[in-house]
């Protein structure tokens, strides 16, 4: 497919609205083919911009971007040809039914005949509308449009599949089933898939690259692993009893051996720990010979959203919010 | 040929969901029946007036109706235009490869569709009720297509303007602030030589009054033909320009997503 085995490539992007609204700052990043890609970030972190670029809906004012091998700009209409997109928001025509919606898309992309009504009924088996085929989308649940939606991308077997927040607002068990189609999307088909997700479980599940984006940037990129590798060792948080002196908790394990950073707020005590295993009861010996009982201790392996504090500065959910006000 | 294809899966799509809305499809037929009885029961004294040619006066409205009817019918074709930009369908159809005025054009053969079964409504209820239309089916075929050609051209305006302003209350203020004076501003219920002169004057810059004045000399008989031509000229390029801006607003919409 491109030249250097990358299905995608983005370089420099930028794009503003208006003159304040600074939308994506030099956002870049490589996708090889045939894997799935995440780009992760809050609301507002430019993630849906970058897929609006790359899919030829909008325009960066400057950075280029291929797709397929092809410039999104010099090239759009063959990268239309070679990519499914499915937008942050459903695309699903709801006065017509399931199999209309896909017959439809298929005859936009030049399909037409025995060969697409065959496809348009494997994709509905395939994506569980096989019952609903004949009925108004309009009547179909959340995750069944959702379903349709990227049924509709696949219709003319891209090479590239673009899914923009692909599970927000689905409900946690369709959003499991959800993760599921889009693994066996790869598996079975050797799809290039670009994911953008504001969940971080979403991403540490699917993809098996990563780039953190906030505000217009990329922050950090590698492998889940690698990613959660660099903050190197465990998380032990304890919960106190009470709320202790100011400074009491950290004095008190800042010198335990194994403990490289202690940060206390309320009743909470967040150490990062070489091993958590042995750095418990350790740790929890020198809170209670300093007069602080414990009410509570987890230890956790690294996870994306300690990643993404370190690299933002902000914890994730935080920044979250902030994108959505 | 693959660009009139593209148009016609456009104009099934819109087609179906229409037909799939009682309402509409009651609406869209009785409303001109409700606009040729009304306005020929409100104004049949019009004949009175000295200087007022005709003596029938619902055959004289029958062509001001049928131009109305298309004008108004295809005039509020943005609103799906703008229920499609929200529903998230115009961005599904524009990172396809379908060409951007396909997704005008069927629109656009849609809507003049529409115009073709409702123009006959009126024209069959104006005969029973004793309009004559001397040229036939002839006269009558112009009559429709110059309605047509003007609905499109009002359709493609009103699908372009809801690109740029994506919000309904633009759209229905617009529209409203163009639809009704220009009806008014044309001969489709009043002889146009009876008009104030300064309505006259505007009357022959009013798009609405080309149709009008095209449709009613075809279907009327005693044709100046050459008129009838020029104005189906007009009416053409005025198509064309429409058609083009409506095209042309999606690179803006494009720009502000």
């Known amino acids: 497919m491109a030249v250097d085995g990358h299905a995608i490539e983005a370089d420099g992007l930028v794009k503003t609205y208006g003159k304040d609204v600074r939308a994506l700052d030099g956002l870049g990043f490589a996708v090889p083919v045939g894997t799935v890609f995440g780009l992760l970030g809050p609301n507002g972190a430019g993630k849906s911009t970058a897929v609006k670029i790359l899919t030829t809906l909008a325009r960066a004012d400057s950075g280029t971007a291929h797709v397929a091998g092809l410039d999104v700009n010099r090239h759009a209409a063959e990268v239309r040809r070679r990519i499914g997109v499915v937008a942050q928001k459903s695309g699903v025509d709801r006065e017509l039914t399931g199999r209309e919606n896909l017959t439809l898309q298929g005859n936009l992309y030049g399909r037409r005949g025995k060969g697409l009504a065959e496809r348009v009924q494997e994709l509905l088996e395939s994506f569980g509308l096989a019952d609903a085929a004949d009925r108004i989308a309009r009547g179909y649940s959340g995750g069944m449009q959702r379903r349709l939606d990227i049924a509709n991308a696949l219709v003319h077997d891209p090479d590239v599949l673009f899914l923009d927040e692909p599970t927000t607002g689905l409900d946690p068990e369709v959003r499991a089933g959800m993760w599921r189609e889009i693994a066996r999307l790869t598996e079975e088909q050797g799809l290039t898939i670009l994911l953008t997700t504001h969940y971080l479980e979403e991403a540490d599940q699917l993809a098996s690259n990563l780039a953190i984006v906030d505000r217009g940037k990329v922050v950090a990129s590698g492998t889940p692993e690698e990613l959660k590798g660099e903050l190197e060792g465990d998380a032990v948080i304890v919960e106190l009893a009470v709320v202790p002196d100011e400074g009491a908790a950290e004095a008190a394990v800042s010198g335990v051996s194994g403990v490289r950073e202690v940060l206390a707020e309320g009743r909470g005590v967040r150490a990062r720990v070489n091993e958590g295993a042995t750095a418990v009861p350790v740790v929890l010996a020198a809170l209670e010979s300093n007069g602080m009982s414990v009410a509570s201790v987890t230890v956790s392996r690294p996870s994306l959203d300690d990643v993404y504090l370190r690299h933002t500065g902000r914890a994730f959910s935080d920044a979250d919010e902030e994108g959505v006000r | ?257």
Request: with cysteine; hydrophobic share 55%; net charge positive.
């Open chain 2, 1 to 257: 040929m693959t660009a009139l294809r593209e148009a016609g899966y456009i104009m099934g799509r819109e087609l179906r969901s229409l037909l799939r809305q009682p309402w509409w499809i009651a609406i869209t037929l009785v409303q001109p029946i409700i606009w040729l009885l009304l306005y020929g029961a409100l104004f049949k004294k019009v004949v009175e007036i000295p200087g007022f040619e005709a003596t029938s006066y619902i055959q004289f409205l029958t062509p001001g109706v049928v131009v109305m009817t298309a004008l108004f019918s295809a005039g509020w074709g943005g609103m799906g235009m703008i229920e499609d930009i929200n529903r998230g369908v115009v961005d599904r159809f524009l990172v396809s490869p379908a060409r951007r005025s396909s997704m005008i054009a069927g629109r656009l053969l849609q809507a003049m569709l529409v115009i073709l079964i409702q123009s006959v409504i009126i024209i069959v209820l104006a005969w029973i009720v004793g309009a004559r239309f001397p040229n036939g089916i002839a006269g009558i075929v112009v009559l429709i297509a110059v309605a047509a050609l003007l609905g499109a051209s009002f359709g493609a305006l009103s699908n372009g303007l809801a690109l740029l302003a994506r919000r309904e209350e633009t759209l229905i203020a617009v529209m409203n602030f163009l639809l009704l004076p220009l009806t008014f501003l044309s001969a489709a219920f009043m002889q146009q030589s009876l008009m104030p002169s300064w309505m006259q004057s505007v009357a022959e810059v009013n798009p609405v009054n080309w149709a009008v004045q095209a449709g009613r000399e075809a279907s009327l008989g005693g044709t100046d033909w050459s008129m009838v031509a020029g104005r189906i000229g007009l009416l053409a390029v005025l198509l064309a320009a429409c058609s083009a801006f409506a095209t042309r607003a999606f690179r803006s919409y494009q720009r502000s997503v």
